[in-house]
């Protein structure tokens, strides 16, 4: 049974930090990118971060870019993203997606809540 579970969300004030993790279990985490993306109601969910399978290769969203990290722990099956600098307009729902490149295949985490205010 594939399952993403995210964690680490929660409120936090302009300029701060905070780091969310994926544990995953039920398939071969390290044949599979990794992506962080992140919704508002009312609008489409778009992609903030990505890694690839071996974790050498990371991209970011251009309001990410310098403010987030993306990283992945193959041994723990496991992904994450360092946030800092943290604005009012990244308050989201973040979602943990695993893609796998080859067979077009998806899996969802459930989401977890960020909160950026004073």
């Known amino acids: 049974q594939v399952q993403l579970v995210e964690s680490g969300g929660g409120l936090v004030q302009p300029g701060g930090s905070l780091r969310v993790s994926c544990a995953t279990s039920g398939f071969i985490f390290k044949t599979f990118r990794m992506n962080w993306y992140r919704q508002v109601p009312g609008n489409e969910r778009e992609v903030v971060a990505s890694?690839?399978?071996?974790?050498?290769?990371?991209n970011y969203t251009d309001s990410a870019k310098g403010r987030f990290t993306i990283s992945r722990d193959n041994a723990k099956d496991t992904v994450y993203l360092q946030m800092n600098s943290l604005k009012p307009e990244d308050t989201a729902v973040y979602y943990c997606?695993?893609?796998?490149?080859?067979?077009?295949?998806?899996?969802w985490g459930q989401g977890t809540q960020v909160t950026v205010s004073s």
């Open positions: 890694i690839s399978t071996n974790g050498l290769n990371t």
């Open positions: 997606n695993a893609h796998h490149e080859v067979f077009y295949v998806d899996y």
